[in-house]
């Protein structure tokens, strides 16, 4: 625990947590609660493409007189350590051996995956948590399905889930699933009966939330396009990322595949060995179906979700409330094929390759924690941003005269002031086109001269660039530095008689 905890502070050293356009909106919202003025942005208008938990614990550090960057940053820090100490307690019920419990326990406490996104202001600082409480709480569901506390305590981490990531939802589902299971054998009726009034009840503080965000939004989950990539291109991505975990990113990408695709084979003979079983399923390995289940449930939803409507690719953020799952599972199943293998020789072996692979794992998360303390955690907390020299100039700029952008949340965290997206060609990761250009070209030709800010490198290549911009207005370079250029914007042509 302390030297994961470590990790993430030693990585938020030079220029503090990370910050991605994600945790600006989240840093706005939780101040605009600490104001009293709901859950906002800087601008004023309802929050809706994100749930409000994260964002309502970050307030309360403001309202004791924290800044939310620092309440983020002390906040990665509780949680990693949180979500260390339910690791253990997921592998101290399924995994006999201490050895490989402490081993297990220190893949996920120095894990290059956790401080990838403990290193940054996001959500899942409290959401994986959550999730593996309701794990903990599903298995002894399983044992006890009509305990009272055990089903209140089910619905209440699904809507803590659920206020802190639209995801949550598919806490409905494992839980469910997990008591019609648990239930079975009392009648189908009685599971079937059971399993839809505890979802009734799960369900409720979430629908309560989607009629708040199609009040102030139009969506219960906030308006967002059809997504640009298919469902291939998703599992190409979770395999992606899978692959990384097994084999670490300090291997070329085909090497990756390849263990990553005999690790899939010699899973798939396990699965059909015990499926061929004709004796009962062992108690050990009934334990484990919350756990799996959560994995199956989560990945599936994500990948179906990815498919439909568009967010930011599928990459170790979207994948991680399964990590601490894979490892548990991982660690529970190598324990199960150890002891199954005769000779001590072998046992030894196998066991000292899988050190190996631990230390290969613990390189890695030092080799990280290092470069962000050298670099910055990423996002805007990096060097390309602290030390922007065109910042300074937006911040010398009339913001009265209209002004574009293509990273306006660049400008919200380190100015504090609000400036417009410039147009897109189509909505974010998706093919769905835009107007943005025809109505950035009529307000500049009947609202008169405008002002861009470019900043390079350019990250977001579904806007128009300043070469595509200049076919339809004039840009005229008013500073130029080796991050960024500021364009006074100029119409082609006198306004239009359709301006009145």
């Known amino acids: 625990m302390i030297a994961g905890a470590a990790g993430v502070v030693v990585a938020t050293t030079r220029y503090g947590i990370g ?30 493409l994100f749930p409000p938990g994260y964002s309502a614990v970050l307030s309360i550090g403001e ?8 309440a983020a940053r002390g906040l990665s820090v509780i949680t990693l350590v949180l979500t260390i100490a339910l690791a253990y307690a997921l592998l101290r019920h399924h995994v006999r051996s201490p050895g490989l419990q402490l081993g297990a326990t220190a893949l996920v406490g120095c894990s290059a995956v956790l401080l990838e996104i403990y290193s940054k202001a996001l959500s899942e600082h409290l959401f ?49 699933l997990v008591l019609l299971a648990a239930e079975w054998r009392a009648g189908w009726v009685s599971a079937v009966l059971r399993s839809f009034l505890w ?21 219960p989950v906030g308006s967002r396009a059809e997504a640009a990539s298919s469902t291939t291109e998703n599992v190409k991505r ?25 690790a899939a084979i010699a899973l798939a003979v396990v699965v059909v060995a015990v499926a ?13 179906l919350p756990l799996a289940g959560l994995v199956v449930v989560y990945v599936g939803y994500l990948i179906a979700s990815a498919s439909i409507v568009a967010f930011a690719a599928i990459n170790t953020r979207f994948m991680l409330p399964v990590f601490v799952p894979i490892v548990v599972l991982s660690a529970w199943l190598f324990e199960r094929i150890r002891d199954r293998i005769p000779s001590a020789t072998q046992r030894r072996v196998l066991t000292a390759v899988a050190a190996a692979w631990l230390a290969v794992n613990l390189a890695w998360f030092a080799g990280r924690a290092i470069n962000s303390a050298q670099d910055g955690a990423g996002g805007y907390a990096s060097e390309r941003w602290q030390e922007s020299a065109l910042m300074q100039d937006v911040d010398d700029l009339d913001l009265a005269t209209p002004t574009f952008t293509n990273d306006p949340r660049a400008i919200e965290i380190f100015l504090d002031k609000l400036v417009e997206q410039s147009p897109q060609r189509t909505r974010f990761q998706s093919g769905q086109g ?30 128009y660039d300043p070469k595509e ?32």
């Open 469 to 500: 911009l200049r076919e339809h207005v004039r840009l005229k370079v008013a500073v130029k530095r080796s991050d960024g250029v500021i364009y006074d914007v100029l119409p082609t042509s006198p306004p239009s008689t359709n301006c009145g």
């Open 434 to 463: 835009t107007n943005d250009l025809r109505r950035f070209v009529r307000e500049v030709e009947c609202g008169g001269p405008a002002q861009l800010v470019w900043f390079l490198p350019n990250g977001r290549k579904h806007l």
């Open 19 to 48: 910050l991605t356009p994600d945790s600006v909106t989240y840093l706005s919202g939780a101040r605009s609660l600490a104001d009293g003025d709901g859950y906002t942005d800087l601008a004023g208008d309802a929050i809706g």
């Open 199 to 219: 979802g009734i009840a799960a369900a409720s503080a979430p629908v309560v939330w989607m009629l708040r965000n199609d009040d102030a939004v139009g969506h």
């Open 63 to 70: 309202r004791l007189g924290i800044d939310a960057v620092d």
């Open 238 to 262: 979770v395999v992606n990322e899978l692959s990384q975990w097994l084999a670490t990113q300090l291997l070329p990408g085909v090497a990756r595949g390849v263990i990553l695709a005999a």
């Open 128 to 176: 994986v948590p959550v999730l593996l409480a309701f794990a903990l709480v599903c298995e002894e569901l399983v044992r006890h399905p009509r305990r009272p506390w055990l089903l209140t305590a089910a619905v209440v981490l699904a809507w803590a889930a659920f206020y802190l990531r639209y995801a949550g939802i598919v806490m409905l589902a494992v839980g469910a």
């Open 276 to 288: 061929r079983r004709r004796d009962p399923l062992p108690d050990d390995w009934k334990a484990m």
